[in-house]
C-alpha cells in the first residue's frame, strides 16, 4: 500500500498510525503550543492553541482532528499567530500574574508559550476574582488564581488514577476546577500521588513545600538532623541541574547534603532492603500456609490509601510491612537515639522522595510517638533541587561524597525499588536464595515500560504467578480481575504512578516514556554497579537484625495496620423529622450500590405512602449514605429493623406490622 | 412541545424507523414545566396507543421513548453537550469528529435533530415530500417557524415559507413597527435581530431580501433558533449588541480558553464603550477578539456567540463611533454618555433640582438660572424628573 503523506510548512511527513494530526506535525519537527494536549490522557481539544490551517477546512484543533493522506497543513499564518497570542493574553487577563513568586516560575508552559509568541503586553482588563488558595492536604496545594483550567488535573485524576477527585465546577467565566463537593482538598479521597502537579501547566497545583521546617531544624544546634534519600531521587534530581534524565548523581546530592548541613546522610535503600527481607519472609509464609494470597505490597502510600478506600476487603492481603520510609524512621528514631544519646525530640529526620504522598505517609497518626513523628519532613527531588539552588551551591562541579554508616549501606535490591518491577524483583532474589536455589540476578520478566505485566517465575519446583502494575486505573482492572477470579496471583506489586516512583509525582515533570526509560535504567545501572544485589547480602543488615532486631521488636517497628475509609461516618441525614416524637422511624439508604438498586424510587413510594395515610405527623424520615457495594440494597431500616433488598411491599408490610392503621 | 407534542413524537419514530433506533430521547428544560408535562401525557397515550412500545402497529418496530429533563444550560443545546448531559456528565461540548451518527449517545450512533425538524418529519410525509419541498427556495425548501417579538404589533410564533421576505413579516404579519409606547406610527423600524441570542441583525436594507439559509449567510446572520427581534428607531445596538453578549457569556460552558475568557472580555469592552471609557483602541480590540472569539471556539456557541457584535459593527458602526468618539449615544439610551442639561430660559430659579440631586452637582441662586456640573452629574435623572416646568433636558 502506498504510504499516507501530509504536507507540513510545506514539509512532506508520512503518516505512522499517530493518533490526531497534532503528532504527526510533531514529526516535521514542530512542536504546537498546548495547554491541554497529553498524549497519555484523552483529547479535550479546549485550550486551542493547537489549531492549525488545513486546505479546505480552515482552522482546526490538531489535537482533535486525524490525519489524513494529502492534507495540506500550515501551523503558522498571520490569523494562527494572532489566534495564539491573544489566546495567551486572555488567559493572563485572568491569572494572577505574580509570576516571581509562583513555585511554578521557570517551568511554567503559560510563562515558556508567552514569551515564545512575543507576548509584551495584555491588552484585556484583569479580572480576579478567584478562590482561595487551599492548602489543606499533607502533600499537595492547589492555587486557583493560577488554574487556566486546562482540566489536565481532572483527566489525569480520573482516567490514569480512577479516583476522579477533581472535577470542574460553575460554568463560563465562573469555572473553576474544584476538588469533590467543593470540600477542602485535604478532605476527600485524594490519594495524594501527585500526578496532577506532574501534569498541571501552571503553577495551580503544586508540592506543599517542608523546606522552612527542614531549614528550622538544621540551624537549630539542639537538633541533630538526618536525612534519607529515596532510589528515584538519585536518577532525577540532575534534571535540575543541567544533567540528561538517568544520570545518576548519588555522590553529588551527598556532598550537596553535607554542605547544607545534614548531619547524617543515608540512603533509603538501606530500609528498602529491610522491607525485602520483611516482606519476603511474610511472603513465603502466607504461601507455604495459602493465607491472604495475592499478597500486595504496600510500600507505595497513594497505593495504600486506594485500597482502604476501594478495596477494604483486600486489606487482609497488603504486606504489613511499613514503607521503606516509614521503616527507615521508626529504626532511626529507635537506634539512632541510643547510639547518640539524645531525646527522641531532637532526632530530625528528613526523606528526600520522588513523591508528594510520603508527604501525606509521614503524617499518617501510627507513624507518630506521641506528637513525634518517625519521619519530620518529606522532601520532594524539587524541593531539594530548590534548598541546593538557594545556597548557591553549583552541584554539577561537587566533588561526589559518600554516604555514613550504617544505614548508608545497600544492595542494588533496595536501589531497583525504584522502579516498577523493582520490588518485586528484589523479593524474588530474597526469596530464591531463602529456597536454597541459589542466586537470582537479574528477572528480566518483571521489567518493561507496558503498565500492567504478568510474570510466571519458576524458582526449583515452585512456581509464582506475579502482578506488576502501576498507575491506579490500571491496579483497578487488575484487582477487580483477582475479584471476579479470573485473574489469579501470588504476589502483586501496586505502584500509583506510571512506571514507578521515577514518575512520582514529586520527580521533574517530564513524563514522557523516554525519560522515564532513562530513569530507570539509571537505576539498573546502579544495581549493577553495587557490590551485593540480594537484600540478605546487606552485612550491616545481617549485624542489625542479629543484635537489635528481634521478632518481637522487628513486629512493633516494621510492621503496620490498615484502616477501612469506605464508609462516609458522617450522621445521617434528616429528611423530616415530625414535632412531636416519632411512633415510626424509616431510614433509606441512599448510597451508590442501593441507589442503582431503585433506593431513590422506593424512597418516593414510601414517604407518598406515609402521606397517603396520614402519618406525616408521627413519622420520621431519615437517610444514610455509603459508598460501599454491599450487594443487599436498597436497604431500608423501620424502627429499628434492617431490611436488605427491601420492597415496597416488604417496607409497607413491616410499617403494618410496627403500627396499625387504616389503608 | 407544549401544544402538540404529537408531533414530535411521530417524526422521532418514523426517524427511528428509518435508520433502525429502538430508543428515542427527547431532552427538554424542567424550566418549561408545561411542556415536559404534556410530553409525557403524549407519551403515555402514544404507549397506550400502540404507536410505542413493543411491536408498533404489529410489527417487528420496536420504539421506546425516554423524557430527560436538562437543569437549563443554553450550551446543552449543542449536541455533543446536549448528550453529555443525558449520560449524567457536565453539559460541555467534545471536539468532533467523531460525529454523533458515528458515535453518539452512550457511545452509539446517534441521530440528533431540533424538535421542529422532527415535527415537520410528519407534515411533510403526508403532504408529499415533492409538493413540500416545493415551498421556499431551492437549497432552504419549506417552512420555517419564527419566535416575532420586540417592537411589532403582534407578537408570537409564525410559520412562513422560506423566501418570505421581512417586509412580510413585520408588516403583513406583525402589524408593524411600534414605538417604545406600544404605538404604530409607520416607519421607525431600525433592525431586527434574527437567530436567537448568537444571531445576527438585519437592518432597512435587508427588509426586501428572500429568508433563507444562504441569504442570511451571507450577510453574516443566520436562523438560527429562528427568533426575530424587531427594534425600532429609539433602540441603541451597542447595548443590544451588550444585552445578547451578555447571554451568552452567562452561558458558556466555561470549556475552551476563547469563548470563556472572550466572551467575558467583549463584555468587557462593550462597557468601556457604553460607560464612555472606550478610546480607539477599545474597537480596535473588540474587533480583533471577536473574529477571535469565532474562529478559535470549540462549539457553535462560542463561534456565533460574536455575532451580534459583529454584524452591529458592520451595520452600525457609525453608532459605535458616536459612542467611542463623540461619548455620545445617538439614542440617548446610555446613561453614563447622556447629559442633562438646564435650559436658562425655562429656568425658574426654584432650587428643586439643586436639592433633589443626590451629589449636589446643580448650583444657582435666585434669579439666575441653574447649572448642571457635568464632571459631579452621575446621571441619574433625579433632576429631570423633579423640575415642574420641563427646564432639563437629556
Known amino acids: 500500500m502506498k504510504k499516507a503523506y501530509i504536507t507540513v510548512d510545506g514539509i512532506h511527513v508520512p503518516i505512522e498510525g499517530e493518533k490526531n494530526l497534532l503528532e504527526v506535525i510533531r514529526k516535521a519537527n514542530i512542536e504546537l503550543p498546548t495547554f491541554c494536549y497529553h498524549s497519555e490522557i484523552s483529547v479535550y481539544g479546549a485550550c486551542r492553541m493547537c489549531m492549525v490551517d488545513i486546505e479546505g477546512r480552515g482552522l482546526q484543533p490538531s489535537c482533535s482532528t486525524s490525519a489524513a493522506d494529502g492534507m495540506v497543513v500550515k501551523t503558522n499564518t498571520k490569523e494562527i499567530r494572532n489566534l495564539r497570542k491573544m489566546i495567551v493574553e486572555l488567559m493572563l487577563a485572568h491569572h494572577d500574574q505574580n509570576c516571581t513568586t509562583c513555585p511554578k516560575s521557570g517551568e511554567c508552559r503559560l510563562q515558556e508559550i508567552a514569551q515564545q509568541l512575543g507576548v509584551s503586553k495584555v491588552r484585556f482588563k484583569q479580572i480576579h476574582d478567584f478562590a482561595p488558595l487551599d492548602d489543606s492536604s499533607d502533600a499537595i496545594v492547589r492555587d486557583p488564581s493560577k488554574c487556566v483550567l486546562c482540566g489536565d488535573c481532572v483527566r489525569v485524576c480520573n482516567e490514569i488514577q480512577s479516583v476522579g477527585v477533581l472535577d470542574f465546577a460553575q460554568r463560563g467565566f465562573s469555572s473553576t476546577v474544584v476538588a469533590s463537593f467543593d470540600k477542602p482538598f485535604g478532605t476527600v479521597e485524594c490519594v495524594n500521588c501527585g500526578q496532577c502537579i506532574k501534569v498541571c501547566p501552571v503553577g495551580a497545583l503544586s508540592p506543599k513545600s517542608q523546606i522552612d521546617g527542614v531549614w528550622e531544624a538544621i540551624h537549630d544546634p539542639k537538633k541533630k538532623v538526618v536525612v534519607q534519600i529515596a532510589p528515584a531521587v538519585r536518577v532525577s534530581l540532575g534534571e535540575y541541574f543541567g544533567y540528561k534524565p538517568g544520570a545518576a548523581t548519588s555522590g553529588q546530592i551527598i556532598t550537596a547534603l553535607r554542605m547544607l548541613g545534614f548531619d547524617q546522610i543515608y540512603d533509603t535503600a538501606f530500609a528498602a532492603d529491610l522491607t525485602v527481607l520483611q516482606e519476603g519472609d511474610e511472603f513465603l509464609e502466607r504461601y507455604l500456609k495459602g493465607q491472604n494470597l495475592p499478597q500486595f505490597t504496600s510500600c507505595c502510600p497513594a497505593w495504600v490509601k486506594f485500597a482502604e478506600q476501594y478495596y477494604p476487603d483486600m486489606l487482609p492481603n497488603l504486606s504489613t510491612c511499613k514503607s521503606p520510609q516509614q521503616m527507615f524512621g521508626s529504626l532511626c528514631k529507635d537506634q539512632l537515639t541510643k547510639i547518640l544519646d539524645i531525646e527522641r525530640e531532637d532526632l530530625v529526620v528528613v526523606s528526600i522522595m520522588p513523591c508528594t504522598a510520603k508527604k501525606y505517609e509521614a503524617k499518617r497518626p501510627e507513624f507518630f510517638e506521641g506528637d513525634n513523628p518517625d519521619v519530620d519532613f518529606v522532601l520532594t527531588t524539587k524541593e531539594l533541587s530548590l534548598m541546593i539552588k538557594e545556597q548557591g551551591i553549583e552541584f554539577e562541579k561537587l566533588e561526589p561524597g559518600s554516604y555514613d554508616m550504617p544505614f548508608g549501606f545497600k544492595t542494588g535490591a533496595g536501589v531497583i525499588f525504584g522502579n516498577s518491577g523493582g520490588v518485586s524483583e528484589a523479593v524474588l532474589r530474597y526469596a530464591a536464595a531463602k529456597l536454597n536455589h541459589g542466586k537470582m540476578l537479574d528477572v528480566r520478566e518483571l521489567r518493561g515500560p507496558e503498565s500492567t505485566r504478568v510474570a510466571e517465575i519458576s524458582i526449583g519446583d515452585v512456581s509464582l504467578r506475579l502482578g506488576i502494575v502501576s498507575g491506579l486505573a490500571n491496579a483497578r482492572r487488575l484487582i477487580d480481575k483477582v475479584r471476579s477470579g479470573e485473574e489469579n496471583f501470588d504476589l502483586i506489586e501496586v505502584m500509583a504512578c506510571c512506571g514507578g516512583c521515577i514518575n512520582g509525582g514529586g520527580q521533574p515533570t517530564s513524563s514522557d516514556q523516554e525519560h522515564l526509560s532513562k530513569r530507570a535504567k539509571g537505576l539498573q545501572d546502579q544495581d549493577k554497579m553495587l557490590q551485593f544485589h540480594s537484600s540478605q547480602e546487606n552485612p550491616y543488615l545481617q549485624e542489625l537484625m542479629r543484635e537489635d532486631l528481634t521478632e518481637e521488636k522487628a513486629h512493633e517497628l516494621l510492621h503496620t495496620f490498615y484502616q477501612n475509609r469506605k464508609r462516609i461516618t458522617l450522621d445521617d441525614i434528616m429528611i423530616r423529622r415530625p414535632e412531636q416524637e416519632a411512633e415510626l422511624s424509616i431510614k433509606i439508604c441512599l448510597g451508590t450500590s442501593c441507589f442503582l438498586r431503585g433506593a431513590q424510587t422506593l424512597y418516593s413510594q414510601l414517604t407518598d405512602y406515609i402521606t397517603q395515610n396520614g402519618l406525616d405527623e408521627v413519622t420520621e424520615i431519615s437517610a444514610s449514605f455509603c459508598n460501599e457495594l454491599c450487594q443487599k440494597g436498597p436497604v431500608v431500616t423501620i424502627n429499628g429493623k434492617i431490611l436488605e433488598h427491601c420492597t415496597f411491599e416488604r417496607a409497607v408490610q413491616e410499617l403494618k406490622k410496627v403500627k396499625s392503621f387504616a389503608h | ?394
Do not use: W
Open chain 2, 1 to 394: 412541545m407544549e401544544g402538540n407534542p404529537h408531533s414530535v413524537l411521530e417524526g422521532m419514530i418514523i426517524a427511528g424507523k428509518a435508520v433502525g433506533a429502538s430508543v428515542g430521547y427527547i431532552y427538554v428544560r424542567t424550566e418549561y414545566p408545561l411542556a415536559v408535562s404534556n410530553l409525557k401525557l403524549a407519551v403515555k397515550a402514544a404507549e397506550e396507543a400502540g404507536f410505542l412500545g413493543k411491536k408498533i402497529f404489529g410489527s417487528d418496530f420496536d420504539f421506546e421513548m425516554r423524557i430527560m429533563e436538562g437543569a437549563g444550560a443554553f450550551v446543552c443545546g449543542e449536541e455533543t453537550a446536549l448528550m453529555a448531559s443525558i449520560e449524567g456528565k457536565r453539559g460541555m461540548p467534545m471536539p468532533k469528529p467523531p460525529f454523533p451518527a458515528e458515535r453518539g449517545l452512550f457511545g452509539k450512533p446517534t441521530v440528533i435533530n431540533n424538535v421542529e425538524t422532527f415535527a415537520t418529519v410528519p407534515v411533510a410525509m403526508l403532504m408529499g415530500v415533492d409538493v413540500y419541498a416545493a415551498k421556499g427556495t431551492e437549497k432552504s425548501s419549506g417552512t420555517k417557524t419564527f419566535a416575532l417579538t420586540g417592537h411589532v404589533a403582534h407578537t408570537g410564533l409564525i410559520e412562513v415559507p422560506f423566501s418570505t421576505t421581512l417586509r412580510e413579516i413585520i408588516v403583513d404579519i406583525g402589524g408593524g413597527v411600534i414605538d417604545d409606547d406600544g404605538v404604530n406610527r409607520g416607519a421607525d423600524f431600525k433592525a431586527v435581530q434574527i437567530g436567537g441570542p448568537s444571531g445576527g441583525c438585519l437592518t432597512q436594507e435587508h427588509l426586501d431580501m428572500s429568508l433563507d439559509y444562504d441569504n442570511l449567510l451571507k450577510v453574516g446572520a443566520m436562523i438560527g433558533s429562528g427568533g426575530l427581534v424587531v427594534m425600532n428607531q429609539q433602540t441603541c445596538m451597542i447595548k443590544i449588541a451588550r444585552f445578547f453578549m451578555q447571554f451568552t457569556q452567562n452561558e458558556s460552558c466555561g470549556k475552551c480558553v476563547v469563548c470563556r475568557e472572550g466572551t467575558r472580555q467583549m463584555l468587557e469592552l462593550l462597557d468601556d464603550i457604553i460607560e464612555g471609557r472606550a478610546t480607539a483602541e477599545t474597537i480596535e480590540l473588540l474587533e480583533e477578539l471577536a473574529h477571535v472569539v469565532k474562529i478559535g471556539s470549540l462549539c457553535g456557541l462560542g463561534k456565533t456567540a460574536p455575532n451580534p457584535v459583529l454584524s452591529t459593527l458592520k451595520y452600525f458602526r457609525e453608532e459605535y463611533d458616536a459612542h467611542v468618539f463623540d461619548k455620545t449615544c445617538p439614542t440617548g439610551q446610555c446613561e453614563a454618555l447622556s447629559r442633562y442639561v438646564i435650559v436658562p430660559e425655562l429656568c425658574k430659579s426654584c432650587s428643586l433640582c439643586a436639592r433633589a440631586c443626590p451629589v449636589d452637582a446643580i448650583s444657582g441662586s435666585k434669579g439666575v438660572p441653574y447649572v448642571i456640573d457635568q464632571e459631579i452629574c452621575i446621571r441619574c435623572g433625579v433632576c429631570m424628573d423633579t423640575c415642574k416646568f420641563n427646564a432639563i433636558v437629556k
